[in-house]
């Protein structure tokens, strides 16, 4: 199957958009073909305002995802690789998604975690679960 992370980002954020809060994302900075401004990266990491006010030409592909800001006065065209995604969520109530940083074949609708450790024969006999989170 294809990765959930791009269905999922779109699907929270129109659901942050739908009521009214202030999208943040949290991007790894230090990934690979993340273009970022450098000077606001704290601990390899950086949190970019994607509302709809704040961007310009904001797009949300199964790639990533890539908007014109300004920063400090001047624009930028930032590019963030979907697996640099971590998590988006509210700047209102914290309320959102955080995404696995481990690398590519986590997933976090995969029903076995890490699929790509272990025999094939154990993650094909592994049945799927579901846990409550509140």
Avoid: C
Avoid at 33 to 56: C, F, M, W, Y
């Amino acid at each position: 199957m294809t990765p959930s992370r791009p269905y999922l980002l779109r699907g929270i954020y129109d659901w942050l958009i739908d009521n009214e809060q202030t999208p943040y994302l949290l991007v790894d900075a230090e990934a690979e073909d993340v273009i970022v401004p450098v000077e606001h990266v704290q601990d390899g990491k950086i949190i970019l305002n994607i509302s709809l006010t704040a961007t310009r030409d904001l797009e949300l592909t199964n790639e990533g995802v890539s908007f014109t800001a300004r920063f400090g006065g001047k624009p930028m065209k930032v590019n963030v690789p979907i697996m640099a995604t971590l998590a988006l969520y509210s700047k209102e109530n914290g309320r959102g998604m955080m995404f696995p940083e481990e690398g590519i074949d986590d997933d976090p609708l995969s029903p076995t975690p890490n699929p790509g450790k272990g025999s094939k024969k154990e993650a094909s006999t592994q049945k799927p679960h579901l846990t409550l989170v509140k």
